[in-house]
């Protein structure tokens, strides 16, 4: 069945950066594009950023550009998400998700159980 | 950007009970390009509905979409214990790619 593994999550100093990665089994990564999605402690969901089967282009939400990066590795079926100048506002669980289709945002077919970040000094 | 409004905040309902659950959006969503998801305390959120009338892979047929233009609702026909959450609707389509309603918490009477 579907997998997605996210991992890396931990506490960070306010401008300080980490990185997700989130590991998939289960179905042909390189045919489906692949999304970072967020949720702040007792919030809702904010999506954060997508990008195509083939890691050709990426969008991301005005509140990470410029900061995050989101990124895959095909051979290894993963996916990443590179978080620098992390602020406060960045605490949240961070979900991957997977889409339906493999060049354009639709919606999240299979999540993973989420990994939590945490700015703080 | 295409924003999303959930209501009620919390519908307090017995089991056996229907819920009906609203999502209003700013501007029309194209194509009924809208989903909605279920979130257990602690657990990832989980596709319902997607294109906003079509069920998703196992999902119980007492959970139905409907609505288009700016109007959606979710129905769940006859709540099951395990129905108690909180649900979200999403659009896709438009730019930016994706928004989450506020969601709506469906807690037991």
């Known amino acids: 069945q579907v997998q997605l593994v996210e991992s890396g999550g931990g506490v960070v100093q306010p401008g300080g950066s980490l990185r997700l990665s989130c590991a998939t089994s289960?179905?042909?990564?390189?045919?489906?594009?692949m999304h970072w999605v967020r949720q702040a402690p007792g919030k809702g969901l904010e999506w954060v950023a997508f990008?195509?089967?083939?890691?050709?282009?990426?969008y991301y939400a005005d509140s990470v550009k410029g900061r995050f990066t989101i990124s895959r590795d095909n051979s290894k079926n993963t996916l990443y998400l590179q978080m620098n100048s992390l602020r406060a506002e960045d605490t949240a669980v961070y979900y991957c998700?997977?889409?339906?289709?493999?060049?354009?945002?639709?919606?999240?077919?299979?999540w993973g159980q989420g990994t939590l970040v945490t700015v703080s000094s | 950007e295409i924003v999303l409004t959930q209501s009620p905040g919390t519908l307090s309902l017995s089991p056996g009970e229907r819920a009906t659950l609203s999502c209003r959006a700013s501007?029309?969503?194209?194509?009924?390009?809208l989903a909605w998801y279920q979130q257990k305390p602690g657990q990832a959120p989980r596709l319902l509905i997607y294109?906003?009338?079509s069920r998703a892979t196992g999902i119980p047929d007492r959970f139905s979409g409907s609505g288009s233009g700016t109007d959606f609702t979710l129905t769940i026909s006859r709540l099951e214990p395990e129905d108690f959450a909180v649900y979200y609707c999403?659009?896709?389509?438009?730019?930016?790619?994706?928004?989450f309603g506020g969601g709506t918490k469906v807690e037991i009477k």
């Open positions: 998700a997977k889409d339906q289709m493999a060049t354009t945002t639709t919606f999240f077919d299979c």
């Open positions: 289960g179905f042909t990564f390189t045919n489906y594009g």
């Open positions: 990008i195509r089967y083939d890691g050709s282009n990426e």
């Open positions: 501007q029309s969503v194209s194509s009924s390009y």
């Open positions: 294109g906003a009338s």
């Open positions: 999403q659009q896709y389509g438009s730019s930016p790619p994706a928004t």
